[in-house]
């Protein structure tokens, strides 16, 4: 379908009043005075998964369509071997029976904050776009770097918690905070902090509120309040903690592929990681007349993290959680997954419930339940807290024992 600029500029009029604004810059009040700009043509070719082992070559316009017909995939262009180093080791994962940690919990869930999270989200949605080939994207990426950086300087914890950028050549970089505990074995939480518009990317705005700024914001109030935790900033947990913000997540989960096979060229230790991707929309959930709740995606993620999450949920969340199916590479936990790393995803609903506002000018704040972010936010901190206190060489050992029985 061809559309005329007249009626993309239409489209990008409400856009623009909202963008986000540099200091200097509000003499500027139009993005494209003239018109729109011309697009390049692109014929550069990508290699893409749809499934395991279902691949093709498509140029970037391709992706797009194939995105707009609802299907997800890996760009493995530049990792498409990734898995391939540890896929002779990985073991069977193991987590906790139960939560435990409720003492120490209760008090870090009661600073979790929605104000914080709508005043960051307000900020976030406010650039033009976060499309990871754009300077908007790379700009949002640098407020979003300085954000995470200032909750660590209000910990005073900069001489032992870092948070810097994992560059990329497109870019927008991801972002990586790391709390070392005694041990190398790491707990992981992530959340993409790119958005597009998947009509014209480049050209059309892309506030993406829901998808990704949800999640993005979620899971920073929710290393925001693990920072107010003593032990943790001082280092007394048992594994490492990260919190990650992936880049170009929307072109084919390039950035946390990149970053999982660095850590398995590397070989890092991840113990098990967690992927927030939209957390923030209820209202066909209870249009459909169903009960609020978290969205536990059952499919291509590890069956035994995925139990041990649900625990989490039934203990500290005050709504429930549904089972649901999102397809092959649906978010970035699916990188952790290909390199051999136990990964599961949490979202706002159930698949056929979500936010049908995405991908689209009018992804915006307004259509956001922030008491329904807090719950995602509580999961968040829950999870991860739990699991860095968890003695996995222990529990490791007991499955051992209990497989040696067994026999």
């Not at 203990?315 to 999102?326: D, H, L, Q, S």
């Amino acid at each position: 379908m061809k559309v005329s600029n007249a009626s993309l500029l239409a489209l990008l009029l409400p856009a623009v009043s909202a963008r986000f604004v540099e200091p200097g810059e509000s003499d500027r009040a139009m993005l494209y005075p003239d018109g729109l700009p011309e697009t390049p043509k692109d014929n550069t070719k990508y290699h893409i998964e749809l499934s395991p082992g279902n691949t093709r070559w498509v140029t970037e316009d391709e992706k797009w369509e194939l995105r707009r017909d609802g299907k997800r995939f890996f760009d493995i262009t530049d990792h498409p071997d990734l898995g391939a180093l540890r896929a002779s080791t990985v073991s069977k994962s193991v987590f906790p029976k139960k939560p435990t940690l409720q003492k120490e919990l209760t008090p870090l869930l009661k600073e979790l904050s929605k104000k914080q999270m709508e005043d960051h989200l307000t900020v976030f949605s406010s650039f033009h776009t976060r499309y990871y080939k754009s300077d908007y994207g790379r700009q949002s990426s640098e407020w979003l770097l300085s954000q995470v950086q200032e909750a660590i300087k209000v910990a005073g914890a900069e001489k032992h918690i870092n948070a810097r950028h994992f560059k990329h050549p497109w870019g927008q970089n991801s972002i990586i905070a790391t709390i070392p505990g005694k041990s190398n074995s790491t707990v992981v939480v992530g959340a993409h902090q790119d958005s597009i518009n998947l009509w014209l990317p480049s050209v059309l705005a892309a506030p993406g509120a829901d998808d990704d700024g949800s999640g993005t914001v979620t899971i920073l109030e929710a290393f925001r309040v693990l920072l107010q935790s003593e032990d943790i900033v001082k280092g007394n947990q048992e594994n490492t903690i990260e919190f990650h913000w992936y880049s170009a997540e929307e072109g084919g989960l390039l950035g946390s592929q990149a970053i999982f096979a660095e850590y398995e060229k590397v070989g890092r230790d991840v113990k098990a990681m967690l992927q927030q991707d939209m957390t923030g929309y209820v209202t066909r959930t209870l249009q459909a007349g169903k009960v609020e709740s978290v969205g536990v995606v059952m499919d291509f993620v590890d069956p035994n993290l995925t139990d041990f999450i649900k625990k989490v949920v039934v203990e500290y969340c005050a709504i429930p959680f549904v089972e649901t199916k999102c397809g092959y590479a649906c978010s970035d936990h699916a990188s952790a997954s290909k390199a051999g790393y136990p990964s599961a995803f949490v979202i706002e609903s159930a698949f056929e419930y979500l936010d049908n506002h995405i991908h689209t000018t009018d992804d915006l704040i307004k259509y956001l339940d922030f008491n329904h972010m807090l719950q995602h936010a509580r999961l968040t901190l829950a999870f991860v807290y739990e699991l860095a206190f968890a003695d996995f060489p222990k529990l490791e050992k007991g499955k051992q024992s209990e497989y040696m029985d067994d026999l």
